[in-house]
């Protein structure tokens, strides 16, 4: 089982990146087997992400997955065929111990963070817990968060920064909360991509900004962050999640390099 420890072994960043959600097989294995070996390449400490279902969606007839076991299967598969951690999010108590049997690390969305039965449901499979930073919440709230799954016996525990809600359709990200955060004794993760979006659109499909994942991944490097998140995808304009706000896959291998160098000059 990964634990913190296995994450910060190298002097690079970590990263966390796949698709918002899993399509089919077919993808999740391609995007897998990019990432891997750019990150094997680079030596980046490497976690696959991918939903197994969106729960939080727009709109009725958004797409949510393609079924629980078969896109949680499909989770492990990418972990044996490539050897590497998983990651995937949980929205209800029920979820933590049926996701804990194919991943190795839940990850509690941002709308949920405040959920004490689901951060204890997620404590107790023993499993690493990514807590998202809520849009509504200060840095320093989520030093209560953090406790709830400490106090409940699980000292594996991430913190991610996504951006702060700003009006009605937008996110805004103070990096000061990544020390403000780091200092609760927790890696802070920025989550680049979906500090992007530009949520409530009256479409009902949310934006995004991707023309500056660059910038908002080279600033959360150069404060310090101790891992980044990264949704991305072959063709985020055919992508069935997110799509608005994820980086194209090829563009990966140079950002990653371009971050690295950041993260060895801070140093």
Known sequence: MITIKDLSKSDNFFLM?????????????????????????????YIFKGSYRKANRSRLDSF???????ALKILR??????????VTDIHETSEAAMAAEYVDVLQIPAFLCRQTDLLVAAAETGKIVNIKKGQFLSPGAMQFAAQKVVDAGNNNVMLTERGTTFGYTDLVVDYRGIPQMQEFGFPVIMDVTHSLQQPNQTSGVTGGM??????????????????????????????????????????????????????????
Request: net charge negative; with cysteine.
């Open 210 to 267: 991707p023309a500056l994942i660059e910038t908002i991944a080279k600033a959360a490097i150069a404060v310090g962050a101790d891992g980044l998140f990264i949704e991305t995808h072959p063709e985020p304009s055919k992508a069935k999640s997110d799509g608005a706000n994820m980086l194209q896959l090829d563009l990966l291998e140079e950002l990653l390099t371009k971050l690295i160098r950041i993260r060895e000059a801070i140093k």
């Open 77 to 86: 598969k990418v972990s044996e065929t490539f050897h590497i951690p998983t």
């Open 64 to 70: 949510t997955g393609i079924g629980d076991e078969k």
């Open 17 to 45: 990146a796949g698709p918002c959600v899993i399509e089919g097989e077919d993808m999740a294995l391609r995007i897998a087997e990019k990432i891997a070996g750019i990150t094997t390449k680079l030596n980046i400490p």
